[in-house]
């Protein structure tokens, strides 16, 4: 069992950052692949991005590639996502999430952390 509770959302400027972050509970973080996902209000919830169990591979959606970088810290327990150049169309809940596999799928996660609004404002 694996719990995550993510921190660090809130407001910001178009063009401003964040960097939000995930930490987990349990032993065995290192063992899961990482995600971030997003749902903006009235739409789907969306892949962001992951990172393998080591951080060596990392893969992001088109539309924050360059912008956003997921990392993490096994010794933390933590994974993280900074995200730079926000804008309007970046204002979702963001989700981070443990797996088993290195997918873009939602389904291929076991654990959700309850999310963190960020709000970008124009």
């Known amino acids: 069992q694996v719990q995550l509770v993510e921190s660090g959302g809130g407001l910001v400027q178009a063009g401003g950052s964040l960097r939000l972050s995930c930490a987990a509970s349990?032993?065995?973080?290192?063992?899961?692949?990482m995600g971030w996902f997003r749902q903006a209000p009235g739409k789907e919830r969306e892949f962001v991005t992951i990172i393998s169990r080591s951080g060596g591979s990392t893969y992001y959606a088109e539309s924050v590639k360059g912008r956003f970088t997921i990392s993490r810290d096994n010794a933390k327990n933590t994974v993280y996502l900074q995200m730079n150049s926000l804008k309007p169309e970046d204002t979702a809940v963001y989700y981070c999430?443990?797996?088993?596999?290195?997918?873009?799928?939602?389904?291929?996660?076991?654990?959700w952390g309850q999310g963190t609004q960020v709000t970008v404002s124009s």
């Open positions: 349990g032993r065995t973080f290192s063992r899961y692949v």
């Open positions: 999430a443990a797996g088993g596999r290195y997918s873009s799928g939602s389904s291929g996660y076991d654990y």
